[in-house]
């Protein structure tokens, strides 16, 4: 089993539409959860980071834990074809020399 | 405003050729790591350092090495290239306390052929 599961996609959504973004985890020890937007031939950059459970707030975006259920969630509100681009869920414990530990990546396309 | 920056941004290399794929940051960042990105498969941990002089096997690191000599920059080195090692190789780097973030370069593409 996978430490982080992430649904591949693709995912299609018509503009404005909201669309939630979805991660499972395993390891109880994770503390730190992010969001991370790759767009097509460059490198991840960071959306959302949250500590524990929770949620946190960002224009448009909106990144959900849920320790209990070991679930994390990215919704984006209005969603726009300047989002079209693949998200990846990171995740790692506490400690200075922790490693991140990704999922695979969701890939979403925003029509017109 | 670079942040972290990787060069080359491609290159085909030939089987069992060797090449060096540069990482700098200008962050002043202790922590840097490699990955490769490969198709489904998420980003995976090659190698990493905690600061100058000191590095580390990530999860994948057969095939690769490393040096960190300075606290900018972190050169992965491939040696005697395979056809498994085609993949998009990203660079990163973080802050010294534990809850700040990584940040990326822009990857270099490579291809063996």
């Known amino acids: 089993q996978k430490e982080v599961e992430q649904d591949p996609g693709p995912l299609s959504v018509p503009e404005g539409a909201i669309v939630s973004l979805n991660c499972t985890y395993s390891n109880s020890a994770f503390q730190y959860f992010m969001w991370y937007r790759q767009y097509s031939r460059k490198g991840p950059e960071l959306l959302m980071y949250?500590?524990?459970?929770g949620n946190k707030e960002d224009g448009r975006f909106t990144a959900q834990v849920d320790k209990s259920s070991k679930y994390i969630s990215l919704f984006i509100r209005d969603s726009q074809p300047s989002d079209s681009a693949t998200y990846l869920c990171?995740?790692?414990?506490?400690?200075?020399?922790?490693?991140?530990?990704f999922g695979t990546g969701t890939r979403l396309q925003v029509t017109l | 405003n670079a942040g972290v920056t990787q060069t080359p941004k491609f290159r085909i290399l030939k089987i069992g050729q060797s090449m060096t794929l540069q990482c700098t940051q200008d962050?002043?960042?202790?922590?840097m790591y490699w990955y490769r990105q490969d198709p489904g498969m998420g980003l995976k941990l090659i190698y990493y350092?905690?600061?100058?002089?000191?590095?580390d096997k990530g999860e994948v690191p057969n095939g690769y090495n490393v040096s960190r000599s300075t606290t900018e920059d972190f050169p992965l080195r491939l040696e005697l290239a395979a056809p498994s090692q085609t993949s998009v190789y990203f660079c990163?780097?973080?802050?010294?306390?534990?809850?700040?973030?990584?940040?990326f370069g822009d990857g270099t593409r490579l291809s063996i052929l």
């Open positions: 990163a780097s973080r802050g010294a306390t534990g809850d700040q973030p990584q940040h």
């Open positions: 350092s905690v600061g100058a002089g000191i590095t």
């Open positions: 962050m002043n960042h202790n922590y």
């Open positions: 990171a995740t790692k414990t506490d400690g200075t020399a922790s490693k991140l530990t």
């Open positions: 949250t500590y524990s459970s």
